[in-house]
């Protein structure tokens, strides 16, 4: 049986989130000071005092999840951990897919914080503030959640952004064409809509010119194979070509985070725990939900890092 890691994605951010492992790390508190330099501006203040409003926009919160989570990974690695000999997959979802590949020695971290600040201003200026909208589907099957969408795309743009399992399908895209589908999925037996707080229609055809920008960053910054692979949100299947990973991150801004499919995909391949590297639980809920035979574990804090640490290398 092997081990995954996964890595989180925006909504798991939170004032304070990595101090605790800044203060206990030397080699923590270095990648904080990094990713400040390479973009030039103290994130690691707001992420540990606030506001929270302003760690919350895409621009910042994006980067930020990606520093804490690289800064657990280098403090495992700096107390023994061969990311190559001990991890067999790792994965993210949505940006943390950037964190997944940084932590497998694809892109630098310096690459990696500037990548993923062009990608949240990108996402954030695709769309009209207000004229894209999100909603999550509670309890409605896969196809019929595509079926209200299809539907609902008559009046706009409307499609499934994120698969994410434990029966929650998040549709994303125009809002009127959003309120049409989550009004009809009510109807036809969702146990809940829930229009989402979110500043832009991620995972949509609306995020066209982002996923323009990203192909234009992505082709201009250096790239090595990772180390592990990393099994894609859009495809839900390993790959480990960095030129054939960097197309389907582009191919991501618009498409849909398959994260159900991927959690099948280590259940079926052999991986019995999937850790979770990073601020919030939010990935480890739902591979508990997606495959029972799944153990998951949250690796956000010191106490974390060393039961980690004791389980993987023995």
């Known amino acids: 049986m092997s081990v995954a890691f996964t890595f989180p994605g ?14 206990a790390y030397p080699e923590a508190r270095a990648v904080f000071d990094e990713v400040d330099e390479a973009l030039g501006q103290t994130l690691s203040d707001i992420m540990w005092n606030g506001p929270e409003e302003t760690l ?16 657990a990974i280098r403090v495992m690695q700096a107390r023994g951990l061969n990311l190559s000999a001990k991890v067999s997959y790792v994965a993210g979802h949505s940006l943390g897919e950037y964190s997944a590949l940084c932590a497998a020695g694809m892109f630098s971290l310096a690459d ?14 695709a769309v009209p503030v207000g004229a894209g909208a999100m909603a999550a589907i509670i309890g409605l099957e896969q196809a019929d959640v595509q079926a209200v969408c299809s539907e609902a795309a008559a009046i706009g743009p409307c499609q499934i952004a994120n698969d994410n399992g434990g029966g929650q399908i998040v549709i994303s895209g125009g809002r009127e064409a959003v309120e049409k589908a989550a009004a009809l999925a009510t109807e036809r037996g969702a146990k809940r809509a829930i229009m989402l707080p979110v500043s832009a229609p991620f995972h949509s055809a609306l995020m066209a010119p982002a996923a323009d920008a990203m192909r234009d960053a992505l082709a201009d910054v250096a790239k090595s194979n990772p180390v592990v692979p990393v ?38 391949n052999g991986v019995s725990t999937v ?27 010191p106490a974390d890092i060393d039961a980690a640490l004791a389980a993987l290398l023995g």
């Open 275 to 301: 850790y979770e590297v990073g601020a919030g639980k939010v990935l480890t809920g739902l591979a508990r939900r997606i495959d029972k035979t799944i153990t998951g574990v949250a690796v956000n804090s």
């Open 10 to 23: 925006q909504g798991s951010q939170a004032v304070g989130m990595g101090k605790d492992l800044a203060d």
């Open 112 to 125: 990696t914080a500037r990548l993923l600040r062009i990608r949240g201003n990108a996402m954030q200026a």
């Open 231 to 268: 099994i894609a949100n859009v495809r839900a299947a390993p790959v480990s070509d960095a030129d054939e990973i960097a197309a389907l991150l582009v191919e991501q801004v618009t498409g849909q985070v398959r994260w159900r499919e991927t959690v099948e995909w280590f259940a079926a």
């Open 56 to 71: 919350t926009l895409t621009a910042n919160a994006q980067p930020a999840l990606m520093t804490v989570s690289i800064a």
